[in-house]
C-alpha cells in the first residue's frame, strides 16, 4: 500500500513511518524544510515538499496519488480545519482510506487536579474541551466524509508515551529542575488515560487492514494519576512532591501545561478491541521512571 503521512517528522507519525515501512509499506511523508527531508530520507521514507499553509496544495496532490494517507500532524486550528476540508473533498468518491489523528483532549474534565468518575467509550456522548472544539469538528468532518465514498476513521488515543515523549511523566521531571520537587496540581488525583506509542502503531495498522468506514476507535492501556507520577519520580531522585494551585503551575508548565497536568481524561477502548481485534501490549506507564533522558530534564538550566 502507498501511504502517505501527515506530520511524519512528529513523534507518533514518526512512529508510524517507520512502522509502517518495516511492514512492507511505501510510505511518503510531508517535508516542511530541508532538513526534514533529510531526516525523512535517512529513514527510508520518501519526502513530499509542503505544508498546511501556503503550499498545502502540493499536501492534497500527494494525498490524492496515495493509497491511503494518515493525518498525524500538530498544526494550529486554522491550518488542521483547512486541510481536513481539503482532503475529505478532495479524495471523496475514490474509496481510499484516510485515517485522522485526534486524541482524548476533546473530552478531557477541568478538575483542578480532582478525580473524576467519569470513563468515555466511542460512543459515549461528552461536553468538548473549549480549547479543543476545532479538533472535535475536525474528528466529525472525517466521520461524515465516510458517506460520501471515502474510508474515513478516527483514531482517539489517550496520553501517548514512549521513547522520546514529552508527557506527564517528563512534565514531572521538568517540575523538580524549576522548584526543587516533583509537582503534581491540587490533589493530583486527576487521571488521564495513557497508551505506548508502539501499541497506536499496531492500530493505526489494524485499521488500515480492517477498519471500517466511519469507524472511531480509542486507544488506552492503563490509568496512573499524576500524584503517583510524582510520588515515583520523587523517590528516583530522592526529592520531596508538591502539589501547586493552578497559579503555581502556571509559572512551572505554562498556562497551557499547567492545564494539561490539571484535568482528567479517561476513556475505554472498547470499539478498536471489538471491531479491530487490538489488545495493547505496553501497560505500565511508569517502567519509564529512571530513565536518564528524564534524569536530565530534572536538571535545572545553566
Excluded at 500532524?73 to 475514490?94: H, I, K, N, W, Y
Excluded at 493552578?246 to 512551572?252: F, K, M, Q, S, Y
Aim: aromatic share 6%; charged share 20%; proline share 4%.
Amino acid at each position: 500500500m502507498n501511504i502517505f503521512i501527515i506530520g511524519a517528522t512528529g513523534f507518533v507519525g514518526g512512529s508510524l513511518a517507520r512502522y509502517l515501512s518495516a511492514e512492507g509499506h511505501a510510505v511518503t511523508g510531508l517535508a516542511r524544510t530541508e532538513s526534514a527531508a533529510a531526516t525523512l530520507e535517512s529513514r527510508s521514507i520518501t519526502p513530499v515538499a509542503g505544508d498546511l499553509a501556503e503550499h498545502r496544495a502540493a499536501v492534497i496532490e500527494a494525498a490524492r496519488t496515495a493509497d491511503a494517507v494518515i493525518y498525524a500532524a500538530q498544526a494550529g486550528s486554522e491550518q488542521e480545519t483547512a486541510t481536513v476540508q481539503d482532503l475529505t473533498r478532495a479524495l471523496a468518491g475514490t474509496d481510499k482510506t484516510l485515517i485522522f489523528l485526534s486524541g482524548s483532549g476533546v473530552l478531557v474534565q477541568r478538575t483542578a487536579g480532582a478525580w473524576s468518575p467519569d470513563v468515555f467509550a466511542e460512543d459515549d456522548p461528552f461536553t468538548p474541551e473549549p480549547l479543543a472544539d476545532y479538533r472535535k469538528a475536525a474528528e466529525d468532518a472525517v466521520l461524515a466524509a465516510a458517506q460520501d465514498g471515502l474510508r474515513a476513521m478516527v483514531i482517539r488515543p489517550g496520553l501517548i508515551w514512549g521513547p522520546g515523549d514529552h508527557g506527564h511523566v517528563s512534565m514531572v521531571y521538568r517540575s523538580v529542575a524549576a522548584t526543587g520537587a516533583a509537582c503534581y496540581v491540587g490533589e493530583g488525583l486527576n487521571t488521564y488515560s495513557h497508551v505506548h506509542i508502539d501499541d497506536v502503531t499496531r492500530l493505526f495498522s489494524l485499521a488500515l487492514e480492517r477498519g471500517r468506514p466511519g469507524g472511531l476507535y480509542h486507544a488506552v492501556a492503563g490509568e496512573t494519576p499524576n500524584r503517583w507520577i510524582a510520588e515515583r519520580v520523587a523517590a528516583d531522585l530522592g526529592v520531596r512532591t508538591c502539589g501547586l494551585t493552578p497559579d503555581e503551575a502556571t509559572g512551572v508548565w505554562g498556562e497551557f501545561g499547567a492545564l494539561i497536568m490539571a484535568v482528567s481524561g479517561r476513556i475505554r477502548a472498547v470499539r478498536a478491541q471489538r471491531e479491530l481485534g487490538w489488545q495493547p501490549r505496553h501497560t505500565d506507564m511508569l517502567t519509564m521512571i529512571g530513565e536518564e533522558r528524564l534524569r536530565r530534564l530534572a536538571t535545572p538550566a545553566g
